[in-house]
DNA sequence: CTGAAAATTTCATATGCCGGAATTTTGTCA
DNA sequence: TGACAAAATTCCGGCATATGAAATTTTCAG
């Protein structure tokens, strides 16, 4: 299979190094895995995994010789969810949200080909979701709020997603070409996105865009609650609320920063 | 002042260019001034950071020049905070708490002279914290939850961290050592720590430890919520919920996992 | 529009990285 | 518990590659 047979700069081999581990078994990885995975010798690996530990990026289990990613990785990158300030714009919002809902709030960010998991909020109902846990990531057009962005791209970069998205897609079973080309002709006409349509049994859920001051889609506010919570005589006032708060934030987002929109690099390796 | 001038490696200069920029201005840093900090030249820390770039751990804000941490970064993380699994099994014990609380739910876990933040369900009450968000950091020893795995700890170690945290302490202005101290012996007696010390006006919480397999205080329960939900009718039932759900967390860790105890290297650097 | 500061590229040099082989440590199976 | 195999770590010579000065281009401020 496609094997990443990239020749790079040691501090590329490094920092793949931590690709795979964060990828690899949570209770840790040993250096002869870790050395083969990356395509160098053991002497290699190791010195790089020393350097690594050595800026907290990666430890040890205590006494043990298994690598995994470090606590302090962890608490590093709760400053890398900050794009944009977007995160801590958005927490009183899912506050708001949750509170007068009682249900769950995802803030979702685009990233490339894929939406961002950026914060959640959750209400008293479990609720099973594709996005999982904040640092989630779902293809575009995967859930309501993915959808939702996707849907309201421009045209061109709109595209290219679904190109780039269709096989993902197919691939977790879940929609065909038609079926996501209809779903955002769906949720444009909308405005917002309602997906019912049982992909999780029991479940059901509602996104809507949250748009800039160019009005482009830079993020997402969904609710994932139980079908029967989303019944016709509450889901307009739902969609009401959703609708307002996505307004208001992004009023606030810095219209001068113009990050967020086109990620920089390739972005996010498929999975096919 | 105390300038990290550490002649390192390539490697180990790059990843503190990571470090630099996590801690720099979230609206991203110019090169010049990742090269100061750095203490390198600007050529290097470019082709350093364009490794980074090419590995997804930075990215530029779009046509920008200014470098920040990526989200890719922050998806990562999501995996780095699994040690020991035990932000899964922690989670179900959070939105059982918080379903039935009420309140604002908090998993902290020791890291060498710090308690982090791993996870957080929130109530519907407005709650100021130290520890704030995910991933945030706070002193062992402020805060309840902090509190609780500090005055548990095997006397050898919390007279470490005493000494080394009382200065910190001190700087942030909230406790002397005498104070500590009362309040170490007061958590240990009781079992479980309650300041409602107006430490934060109108704020109170409560912080219970968890104890692994070997009676060791790995992370800590806590709960934070408007003081007037703390009162004396309240109280003992909120103590004993806390209590339940910590004893049933602690069974659940692997006892044949030791890492969690003994952090691996000289940890989180002091801010004195 | 202009000039200064920052970013990027070039290039000769030597530094420090690389992997094979040797040595020590660890984990496993009797 | 002991012994063996596998993994981890250290050593070391050769050379790839990172480095910083200088030159060039781009960006930004006034």
């Not at 047979?5 to 590329?12: K, V």
Request: proline letters at 7%; aromatic letters at 6%; one cysteine or more.
């Amino acid at each position: 299979m496609a094997e990443a047979a990239a020749p790079i700069s040691s501090l590329r081999r490094a920092l793949s190094l931590v690709r795979i581990i964060a990828n690899g078994d949570p209770a840790g990885l040993r250096l002869k895995d870790i050395a083969e995975a990356a395509g160098c010798t053991q002497p290699t690996a190791h010195r790089a995994l020393q350097d690594l530990m050595a800026e907290g990026f990666v430890e040890q289990e205590a006494g043990g010789k298994r690598y995994r990613l470090s606590l302090d990785f962890f608490v590093l990158a709760a400053k890398a969810g900050q794009a944009n300030g977007l995160r801590d714009l958005a927490r009183p919002v899912l506050l708001r949200l949750a509170a007068s809902l009682h249900d769950t709030i995802f803030l979702l960010v685009r990233h490339g080909y894929d939406a961002v998991c950026l914060d959640r909020v959750e209400g008293p109902f479990p609720i099973r979701s594709f996005t999982g846990d904040i640092g989630g990531r779902v293809p575009l057009g995967l859930g309501q709020g993915s959808l939702a962005i996707l849907a309201h791209l421009p045209e061109a970069e709109q595209e290219e997603v679904i190109r780039f998205n269709v096989p993902r897609l197919i691939d977790r079973g879940f929609i065909d070409e038609a079926g996501l080309r209809a779903a955002i002709a769906e949720a444009r006409r909308l405005g917002w996105v309602n997906l019912n349509t049982g992909l999780i049994p029991g479940m059901a859920g509602l996104g809507v865009p949250v748009f800039d001051a160019r009005g482009y889609p830079v993020a997402a506010l969904s609710i994932g609650t139980l079908a029967e919570r989303l019944g016709p005589e509450r889901l307009p006032s739902v969609v009401h609320m959703l609708q307002t708060e996505a307004a208001k934030l992004g009023a606030e987002i810095n219209p001068f920063d113009p990050s967020l929109r086109y990620p920089s690099r390739s972005l996010s390796k498929a999975e096919p």
